[in-house]
């Protein structure tokens, strides 16, 4: 199945109706186009290599997205699993890497809560109300 890195007029065309909306769209149309571009890899000869390197930017598509979602969306039940997502979906990077013999990238920390549009304007981080440092 190939898949042209050709952009799609629909998503500008969407986001002039629903201005609102323009930044997650933008956003979630970037995550789409790339994870169908990096999942058009060519075959090596080994099955396994071949399945990790369609399904590491299949499952990095849904963390850009889960991402997105956590940027823009309100519903409380949807940004909760989102944030389940990132996390699985990495887990499942590095077990599927693993499995044959890729090295891991450095490990980064892992999101726990993406601010919101609003909330990415303030760069001081929230004063922790535990009394102690993470």
Do not use: C, W
């Not at 323009?22 to 396994?48: H, Q």
């Not at 850009?64 to 389940?84: C, I, P, S, T």
């Not at 490990?107 to 726990?112: C, G, K, L, M, R």
């Amino acid at each position: 199945m190939h898949m042209s890195g050709k952009p799609d007029a629909g998503h500008q065309h969407t986001a002039d109706r629903f201005p609102e909306e323009a930044p997650f769209l933008k956003e979630n149309a970037a995550a789409m186009d790339k994870m169908m571009a990096d999942m058009d890899a060519a075959p090596t000869g080994d099955v396994d290599k071949d399945f990790v390197a369609m399904m590491v930017p299949h499952h990095q598509g849904a963390i850009d997205m889960a991402k997105a979602v956590l940027r823009y969306g309100k519903n409380e039940q949807l940004r909760r699993l989102a944030q389940e997502i990132i996390v699985t979906q990495q887990q499942e990077i590095a077990a599927m890497r693993l499995a044959v013999g890729e090295p891991l990238p450095p490990s980064a920390p892992s999101p726990t809560q993406i601010p919101t549009a609003g909330e990415a304007a303030s760069a001081e981080p929230a004063p922790s109300h535990h009394g102690h440092v993470n």
